[in-house]
């Protein structure tokens, strides 16, 4: 079962339809019971970074998300403001985020021609893979554009990019004025900044990578 962990940031009716489209069983849930017992997480969002940090803590989540996570290696997929909430802190905010990749999410800041770009950066957007995706890898940051073509697209709303500390985090780059990271990983741990619920046909195909790396990543009770 894939937990898609809810803490009141965002609409995750998207979410569950696409993964009920893949068949991949999976349940909207803040009970640490279920993220116990589940064999992936989804840390969805759209908001503000402090926002959602405080959510996180006020329903006591923090501490089970840890314990999935690095005790465990469950695979986890942050979407948009849920991957932003794995770097250590943004300019929208001061809280700290989680710290589980070495990142800060930083504001777009354009000079030049560019500075005729819009922000947030809304609509559909090429990404750039930046490390080969493997099919044969349980290993979530190795496989999530396994299934991904050389010409994928993805939409996109925000306003704040992650910036990567080691590039070796960095998964995928797409390009809004400058250069910045689309999706980043570690290990058993990936995010996305755009919305692969929203992206049709190139976002089930990320969403199926996330669903075979959970399966893969099954052991027997």
């Known amino acids: 079962m894939i937990a898609v962990i809810d803490y009141d940031m965002g609409n995750v009716g998207s979410i569950l339809n696409m993964l009920r489209k893949i068949g991949a069983p999976a349940k909207l849930t803040s009970d640490p019971n279920d993220l116990n017992t589940a064999n992936g997480l989804i840390l969805p969002g759209v908001g503000a970074f402090d926002q959602g940090v405080r959510n996180l803590q006020a329903k006591d989540l923090l501490g089970p998300l840890e314990e999935c996570v690095f005790g465990r290696k469950i695979p986890i997929l942050g979407i948009c403001l849920g991957m932003q909430l794995l770097t250590k802190n943004s300019e929208e905010g001061n809280l700290p985020g989680l710290g589980w990749i070495d990142a800060q999410t930083r504001k777009f800041k354009f000079s030049g021609e560019s500075n005729r770009l819009r922000i947030p950066q ?9 490390r080969p995706s493997t099919t044969t890898s349980p290993t979530l940051s190795n496989r999530l554009f396994a299934e991904s073509g050389p010409d994928s697209k993805f939409y996109f709303v925000h306003s704040y990019h992650v ?9 995928a780059t797409a390009s809004y004025g400058n250069e910045f990271h689309a999706a980043i990983g570690r290990g058993n741990i990936a995010g996305t900044q755009f919305h692969p619920e929203k992206s049709l046909r190139y976002g089930l195909q990320l969403m199926r990578s996330f669903v075979n790396c959970v399966t893969m990543s099954e052991k027997p009770a």
């Open 163 to 171: 910036d990567c500390a080691d590039q070796n985090d960095v998964l």
């Open 122 to 130: 809304m609509g559909w957007n090429y990404i750039t893979p930046r």
